[in-house]
């Protein structure tokens, strides 16, 4: 074997047993060599090459002594979370979000301004810049320190980050949302539908965080679906998946017309409903009656686990789901559990820094599973 071969292998072998080191540390308490050698199965020569590597780029840190402690201890090492950040955006038809976070997904900063419906393109954009900038000064953030950056957008999004249709936001189609970030973020941009990004923070840190297959619907003033199967986002073969209201018998394009019936704010309505008023009630029959035709029917085709309801009408979940079960009841071989989502306004901007993180952790770890934190 060649010098340059042997020295490729090497190089190989070191990378390996870092990202092995990277995965048992991650997430875990701090331990001492003799633990760490012991977890990842390397010598513990190996292991403090590897530790002192980690320290050195920061990406590992040395604990502390415990204050009391009799003798000499052993050192700790653990994984450092501030070794880098991950931002989330969420643009969507009224708002846009914004979270950062270290690599544990510690939130850091938060920002949210509003944007009027009508809104076009220009102005939205530069909303959404805006809100970014606010989140990272305000954290303290640079954003040379981001390793990832996440965008969720209504719509059906592809894989390079463009906007291939939208109707729920003016002038949106066309628009390369991975393009825009990336001129002012110099770290990779990940964009995908709000919905698909709300499943993935459910699965983080949601109601379905023990759950391998679930539906996640997205419900408010319109319905957004994401799909979960076998423990991963499910996307289709075009990233078409859970596109549910593009079929006109599901039910979901009139589901909301029912609720516009009430005079007043939604939320008057779902109030109504609760204090026993007979029309609101009536008409929440109807829209959940809609949006239980498309459920079922997913229900019935991926036999998930779960149903979670999420967006902005999980807020009167003690109105809405009790229905939906009911609904359900009638139309399935066997009724999910119906669970709604407790993640609230910042569920999608939450996804959205998971997928960053996804990629970070792809990048520090390999291809190895994700580790929730």
């Keep these: 074997m060649s010098d340059e071969i042997l020295g490729g292998d090497l190089s190989r072998l070191r990378q390996l047993n870092t990202q092995t080191?990277?995965?048992?540390?991650?997430?875990?308490?701090?331990?001492?060599l003799t633990e760490l050698a012991k977890r990842t199965g390397?010598?513990?020569?190996?292991?403090?090459?590897?530790?002192?590597?980690?320290?050195?780029?920061?990406?590992?840190?040395?604990?502390?002594?415990?204050?009391?402690?009799?003798?000499?201890?052993?050192?700790?090492?653990?994984?450092?979370?501030?070794?880098?950040?991950?931002l989330g955006v969420d643009i969507g038809a009224h708002r846009v979000r914004a979270l950062v976070t270290d690599l544990d997904g510690t939130v850091l900063g938060r920002a949210?301004?509003?944007?009027?419906?009508?809104?076009?393109?220009?102005?939205?954009?530069?909303?959404?810049?805006?809100?970014?900038d606010t989140c990272l000064r305000d954290s303290g953030v640079d954003p040379a320190d981001l390793w990832g950056a996440g965008v969720a957008s209504s719509g059906l999004v592809d894989p390079t980050g463009k906007v291939v249709l939208s109707v729920a936001i003016p002038e949106w189609t066309g628009l390369n949302l991975a393009e825009h970030f990336g001129k002012k973020i110099q770290a990779p941009v990940l964009v995908d539908n709000d919905s698909r990004l709300a499943a993935l923070a459910e699965q983080w840190r949601g109601v379905?965080?023990?759950?391998?297959?679930?539906?996640?619907?997205?419900?408010?003033?319109?319905?957004?679906?994401?799909?979960?199967?076998?423990?991963?986002?499910?996307?289709?073969?075009a990233g078409a998946a859970g596109e549910m209201g593009a079929l006109p018998a599901a039910g979901w394009i009139r589901a909301q017309d029912h609720l516009a019936t009430w005079e007043g704010e939604v939320g008057d309505l779902f109030a109504a409903a609760r204090a026993g008023d007979r029309r609101a009630l009536g008409a929440v029959r109807r829209y959940v009656k809609?949006?239980?035709?498309?459920?079922?029917?997913?229900?019935?085709?991926?036999?998930?686990?779960?149903?979670?309801?999420?967006?902005?009408?999980?807020?009167?979940a003690d109105v809405l789901l009790e229905p939906l079960r009911r609904e359900l009841d009638k139309q399935c071989i066997r009724t999910p559990e119906v669970r709604a989502s407790t993640l609230g306004e910042e569920s999608v901007a939450l996804g959205a820094v998971r997928l960053a993180l996804d990629h970070a952790e792809r990048a520090m770890f390999g291809e190895a599973a994700r580790l929730k934190s």
């Design 42 to 86: 390397l010598s513990r020569a190996s292991t403090e090459d590897v530790v002192d590597d980690l320290i050195a780029q920061r990406r590992v840190a040395e604990v502390p002594p415990v204050a009391g402690v009799m003798g000499r201890p052993a050192r700790r090492y653990r994984f450092r979370g501030d070794a880098g950040h991950a």
């Design 21 to 32: 080191a990277l995965r048992v540390l991650r997430g875990a308490e701090p331990m001492t």
């Design 208 to 237: 379905a965080r023990y759950a391998k297959d679930f539906i996640y619907l997205l419900a408010g003033l319109r319905t957004g679906l994401g799909l979960v199967i076998d423990g991963k986002l499910h996307r289709g073969f």
């Design 112 to 132: 949210q301004a509003e944007v009027p419906d009508s809104a076009g393109r220009e102005k939205r954009l530069a909303a959404a810049d805006e809100v970014v």
């Design 290 to 316: 809609d949006l239980s035709v498309g459920t079922a029917a997913l229900v019935l085709a991926l036999d998930p686990q779960m149903v979670v309801l999420g967006g902005g009408f999980s807020r009167s």
